[in-house]
């Protein structure tokens, strides 16, 4: 999978979010990514080998 990530991409995870959606935007990309739900707003920091893990797809 490649493994470059820009800012603003959308990227669905494997495991849906509580409120209900797979889908994330990237809003900061580093050692660290944190990416905010397009539902309801709420930003994950994760580190980019678990990111790596739980991505299923960039949609953009």
């Known amino acids: 999978m490649n493994n470059v990530y820009s800012l603003n991409d ?3 995870m494997k495991k849906p ?3 209900g959606t797979n889908e994330f ?3 900061r990309v580093g ?3 944190k990416i905010k ?3 309801c707003g709420r930003t994950i920091m994760l ?3 678990e990111f790596n893990k739980k ?3 960039v949609v953009k």
């Open 10 to 12: 959308i990227v669905i």
């Open 47 to 49: 580190t980019r080998i």
């Open 17 to 19: 979010h509580p409120c």
């Open 55 to 57: 991505l299923k797809k």
């Open 25 to 27: 935007i990237i809003t």
């Open 31 to 33: 050692a660290d990514i």
């Open 37 to 39: 739900c397009i539902k």
